[in-house]
């Protein structure tokens, strides 16, 4: 007897092609909907299960072998999230096809087919309707085997008031006023055979920029009314990405035309509908003008990563959701590639470490996960959006790339993606196809990183002429249980011999190896380009060898590696705190943006983790490292500076008035936000978030009452949400007080509103306040928010450094499971306990 899985559904009947119409009343908040789907009936049947949830199924009716109507009975299983459609007689195999009629809600939780609100230009509330079906709501919109190996094509119909705008998966075919109800149908051409959860409707005043084309596909940016010149940004990344993706991939734009679609409320950053993505504002819409460096790649960042997905995960989709790592890992890896391309000044591979660091954080627990694992509930899927899917799947196939050669890897993707077209596959086919095309084994390298959690700590020593590297697990806490786990590890060696450079790259596939060199090294590098997903421990001349040359032999890549990988030994006890002060001091003359961001994140977290006396002098120390930066960047710009090294001196003005308490700082920071308010041209439009946020945190009443007042009438989505994550970092108690009632009161959206609580968590002055509320709110905010965000806005619960709020922060979760985010709890809590046990064994230190 196979294993009984009751939430998928049989594979007796498959659909082919779906017609869908659909008729949504946005001021009632419910649509009603008729199908037809054409079936292939493959086993004599009585009953057809599908999936619906949420919906009301009024009539069903299949055709018989002859063609005549049967009608059919419903029954509804809610937990199950199905319908069982019964019929009087025996369906025998063959084509038939099946009507349904049913109805359902337009909700406000953000999946499913959904409402969201905003106010125009007059200041009145206006109403829209979008879709969001990843990974298992289109059940919520019609009836449909909604698991993503049944592909089939969509037929989509709108019938909206006259005067709005609807959009779909395909262009429009037709458009007929009604004379009847005056609103109007729109009928859009068949989709390429796709997953249900690909399936998108969109339907409200929207304005749209003028086409670009893409080979023969028009590519439109949509907004509600008075955004659209904030789309030219991303039609530009737009265009370069989906053709450098056709490019890469030998396969045209699978679709017949692009629309971009900004929704005032959505729960994630995006979403790969083919044909017609949904971003949130922040993600798509920007003034090139007035945004931050880091605010323009965050668009091309997005736009480039759902271009991708129209191949990776469109065309070619994971059988089931235990393979969604290699559609987001590989959309994460292209998008790197496509902005890279675009603006190679901007480095986007070098900044890509801050990414990779944030997935070996969460790596390097006890209660990680291995990217692929068995997945069966949908909230199971729900839990797999998380950083070890995107960031370090990214950062393992990069290695990959990097091992196999990059035209190499290319060639695998071509042949998998030709082969698998139209269709789903798993990743043993990815490596099926990679090993075909290259003749390496990339199977057995990759299982051991894709089916096996955690990383390795490499360590390197000079033995003569060799070089001897050791494996194993890198864990943060120092248990007993550490796991016996080895990996098949590409080493980038880099070697420096009397002034010559040697390059070399082993496969480390046993415990140890021993590198041969024609003489003994004066320096070496074990993770040469920084590609490698494993962190590396030096022997003391080594390590004295590479901090004599730190910028000299070091790319800031490895500069990075090396800074980062001293802070998670030094977190697991394995780097004392003051070897880590010490590193850190050889950096003041350092001028890479990674390089510090890297630092200063310890440094937020030593922050959260010492008293007011370690404090105290723990930022006297960093003033100390940040004098002589903040002196050579200045305040305003210099002759030929880069756009990462503008955006390095926001960052080290914002920690010298934040983290480092200045007072000079934060004087010359108001004064220079004060300008800025009257003239915002003559301040560098990079400054500006650090100007902002240093006033928050020394900030009063007034302050709080002004950026209130910019977060309610922002003219663009990167002010809002400046402004509105600004009011966290306010310390005063009362000024905490309201933010936090902002996090339910309806004045934030619920996309932003856990976001807004998390960052109270992590504000030293807010956290003792910010848990009690949110305890107290708990059941309000599940309401109230997306799912998906619950288990991110519990990663603030990171800040409540002591042992009492720890204990009380396991005993709450213990008694409320977060069903969709169970592992990532976990991992929150561990980190908790781990920058508890660093409190504990710091307790001493900087108290002179
Ligand atoms: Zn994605």
Known sequence: MPEKKPHRLPTTVLPERYEIRLTPDLAAATF?????????????????????????????????????????????DADNEQATLSFPELMTPGQRELQIKFSGILNDKLHGFYRSIYKDADGREKPLASTQFESTDARRAFPCWDEPAFKAVFQVTLVVDDGLTAISNARVIRETFLPQSGKKEVVFADSMKMSTYLVAFIVGEFEGTAPVMVGSAPLRVWSVPGKKHLGKFSQEIGKFSLEHFSGYYGIAYPGDKLDFI???????????????????????????????????????????????????????????????????????????????????????????????????????????????????????????????????????????????????????????????????????????????????????????WIFQA???????????????????????????????????????????????????????????????????????????????????????????ALKEGLQNRLSPVERFNLVNDAWATTLAGLTSLTDYLGLIDLFRNETDLNVWTTQIISWHHLHRIFDETQDRSFQKRIRNILTAPVQHFGWSPREGETDLDRQLRGELINALGTVANDAACQNRARELYAQYEKDPDSVERNLVPALVSIVAHIGAAADYEKFHAKFKNAQTPQEETRYLFALAVFRHQDLIDRTLQMTVSGEVRTQNAPYLMRSLLLNKEAREKAWLFMKARWEEMLRQYPDNSIPRMCDGIIGLVTRELEREVQDFFARHPVKQGAKQIEQHLERLRIAVACKERWKDLLRG
Request: glycine share 6%; proline share 4%; net charge negative.
């Open 32 to 76: 009603a909907g008729e199908e037809r789907v054409s079936i292939q009936v493959l086993e004599p049947v009585r009953q057809i299960v599908l999936n619906a949830a949420e919906l009301e199924i009024q009539a069903v009716s299949a055709t018989s072998a002859d063609g005549t109507l049967i009608k059919g009975a419903v029954t509804l």
């Open 262 to 448: 900004a929704i005032p409320d959505f729960a994630s950053g995006a979403m790969e509908n083919l044909g017609a993505i949904t971003f949130r504002e922040t993600a798509l819409l920007v003034d090139e003008k007035k945004a931050t460096r880091s605010e323009l790649e965050r668009v091309a960042d997005v736009v480039s990563h759902e271009n991708a997905h129209m191949w990776f995960g469109d065309l070619v989709t994971m059988k089931w959701w235990n393979g969604l790592w290699l559609n987001e890992a590989f959309a994460t890896f292209m998008e790197m590639l496509a902005v890279d391309a675009w603006k190679p000044e901007w480095r986007r591979w070098d900044s890509f470490t801050i990414s990779r660091a944030a997935a070996m954080q969460v790596d390097g627990l006890k209660s990680t996960r291995p990217i692929e694992f068995p997945v069966e509930k949908p909230e199971e899927a729900a839990g797999m959006f998380d950083v070890l899917t995107y960031e370090k799947g990214a950062s393992v196939l990069r290695m990959l790339e990097q091992y196999l050669g990059a035209d190499a890897f290319r060639d695998g993707i071509r042949l998998y993606l030709r082969r698998h077209e139209y269709a789903n596959a798993e990743t043993t086919d990815l490596w099926d196809a990679l090993e075909e095309s290259t003749k390496e084994p990339a199977r057995a390298l990759m299982d051991t």
């Open 454 to 544: 955690g990383y390795p700590l490499i360590s390197a020593e000079k033995n003569g002429k060799e070089l001897a590297l050791s494996q194993r697990i890198f864990r943060y806490l120092q248990d007993s249980d550490v796991p016996d786990r080895s990996w098949h590890v590409p080493v980038f060696v880099r070697a420096g011999i009397k002034g010559e450079i040697i390059n070399k790259t082993v496969l480390l596939t046993e415990r140890q190896m021993r590198v041969e060199l024609p003489q003994p090294v004066d320096w070496a590098v074990a993770n040469a380009g920084g590609h490698g997903f494993y962190r590396v421990r030096y022997s003391s001349d080594l390590a004295a």
